[in-house]
Each structure stands twice: as structure tokens, then as C-alpha cells.
């Protein structure tokens, strides 16, 4: 009973960075987390969109995250990793700099956004501030980096 408790007053989070800040988002929202494998360049995709891969037979579209956020993009290196999830029946990839950490987050140590900041249309895909002892998590939500016209069937 007890355990049962401190599950629901807790969620378990994958936290990965975008240049020096650190981002979290529930695990029940993540399929895997993969290496960068090649990415084949789609035509005409929006610039954040890097292009798909074959993810054991399954087309996975990939968004560079970066990108999405309006940051300079960075070389894929040894650290960068891929956060895979579903998304209306679709399989995609968020491209991030590092994953570094899965992590328990109790909810009460969740806040919402500022509104000086859900004021802007870049923070519709943010859920809120995690409180860690070693700093502030960014909390995404997963099923909102893309918006229904900005997905593309391949």
C-alpha cells in the first residue's frame, strides 16, 4: 500500500540536455532511446524535421530538437542520442545532445511556467519547472513538439 502511494505521487522521468540545459519527460511517454543511426533527408520537410530512419522496419520520423527550440544546431557526436515515442499512431524521434539520467520527480515538486513564458508560442510543448536537489528540469511534453499540420506523411 505504501509503494502504491509513492507511485502516484511520483513520476519517473528521462532527463537529457540541450546545451547547458536539462529537460525532463515522463518515461510513459518514451518507446527507446537509440543512437543516431543514418538519417535519410526528406525534401521540402520543415527545417527541425531531419529526415527518417528504418527503426526495425518502421519509418520513424526524426526532429532535431534543437532545431524546434530555435537553438543552433550542433553536430551529431558520440553523446547524441534519440528519444523515441508515439504520436497519433506515428513513430518518432527527438534528436537531443545527451541523455543523461531516468530519475524519480515527486509532482509537488513540479510548478507550471511562468506566464511571461506560456505567453509565447514556443511553450506550448513545455509542461512545467521540475525542482531536483541539483537544479531545475524543463518538463516537455512529448505529444505537443509537433502540431497536427506540421506532421508529414512519407
Do not use: C, W
Not at 537529457?16 to 543516431?36: D, P
Request: glycine share 8%; hydrophobic share 40%.
Amino acid at each position: 500500500m505504501l509503494q502504491m502511494g509513492f507511485q502516484n505521487s511520483t513520476i519517473q522521468v528521462v532527463i537529457f540536455n540541450l546545451g547547458n540545459e536539462r529537460y525532463g519527460v515522463e518515461t510513459s511517454q518514451v518507446k527507446e532511446i537509440i543512437r543516431v543511426e543514418e538519417i535519410t533527408a526528406i525534401p521540402n520537410a520543415p527545417d527541425f524535421i531531419e529526415g527518417v530512419i528504418n527503426l526495425r522496419g518502421q519509418i520513424t520520423t526524426i526532429i532535431n530538437l534543437r532545431k524546434r527550440f530555435g537553438m543552433e544546431p550542433k553536430p551529431i557526436d558520440n553523446d547524441t542520442r534519440i528519444i523515441v515515442f508515439e504520436h497519433n499512431g506515428s513513430t518518432i524521434g527527438m534528436m537531443v545532445d545527451t541523455v543523461t539520467e531516468v530519475r524519480y520527480l515527486a509532482k509537488e515538486n513540479i510548478d507550471e511556467l511562468p506566464e511571461i513564458i506560456t505567453s509565447r508560442t514556443e511553450s506550448k510543448f513545455l509542461r512545467g519547472v521540475g525542482k531536483l536537489p541539483d537544479g531545475l528540469l524543463i518538463m516537455i511534453d512529448l505529444g505537443k513538439v509537433l502540431s497536427g499540420e506540421e506532421l508529414f506523411v512519407s
